[in-house]
């Protein structure tokens, strides 16, 4: 039976890539940070009923001696850094938070590996936020980054980190940039969950109208259960390398506005409004995503479409609404 670490497992990732390992027979084992909200971060994983199969161990990404005794402890096969700081906006208020736990908590991870389990496979999830200010119409492994984020800029540390590590010390290290990727376990801060959230609420009469930002910024969006296969079939490579992960296919916010409430049979104009304060103060207009090398040599491909992804993630929230209500 291989031994797999996820850090951030209580994320959606974590819940899906921990439902994904346990369905092949993986020990899951979840480094947890020790907080007052201990009794409600294993949601996402409760949601899939995968949550009693997962072992926990706990840690901080910011203590290395931490990460080497949960490393030593569990000796696994494989590690997947998942942790992260990972909203975006945030990042401007807590620019230094997010450097320490996205940026050097992934180089505290490589440490802990290479100290305590050089011969585990690691996995550091990158983003398609450091293409930041578009270099070309299509983004792919060759393309130039230009982070335009506090966040950005603390993955693209991470993810030099991990080539440095496969370079300096010869680890297993890989990185998945992946774009954009939801699902009914996107936190509600996210945009698509706020608005397939705010789409539910409307139509059941909770709320009236969402203030949004930019609605003409446009986004690859995949589904993160399509996504964390990716990442398992990155750590069965022979050699590692780095993939971008992607639909290859952009969707504007209005497109995601316009079809959440039209499932429902709402039309957005009516409930959206833009809000200048949600703006960004560098905005990231247009990512789109080449996976031809996922493709070739991954066998990779994304599966899920955009439509059928946001009608799930609606169909959910009316569903999570009406529980709520003692409306079956």
Known sequence: MPTALITGITGQDGAYLSQLLLSKGYRVVG???????SDVVGERLRWLGVIEE????????ADLS???RVVQACRPDEVYNLAAQSFVAASWQQPLLTGSITGLGAANMLEAVRIARPEARF????SS???????QALQNERTPFYPRSPYAIAKLYAHWMTVNYRESFGLHASSGILFNHESPLRGIE??????TDAAARIKLGLAREIPLGNLEAQRDWGHARDYVQAMWLMLQQTAPDDYVVATGQTRSVRD???FAFGHVGLDYREHVTTDPQLLRPAEVDTLTGDAAKARDALGWESRIGFEELLAEMVEADLARHRQALGRG
């Open 31 to 37: 480094l947890l940070r020790r907080s007052a909200s």
């Open 54 to 61: 997962v072992e926990f161990a706990d840690g901080n990404m």
């Open 66 to 68: 931490s990460l080497i």
């Open 123 to 126: 996995y550091q999830a990158s």
């Open 129 to 135: 936020e450091m293409f930041g200010k578009r270099q």
């Open 190 to 195: 996210f945009v698509t969950r706020r608005i």
């Open 256 to 258: 995601v506005c316009r």
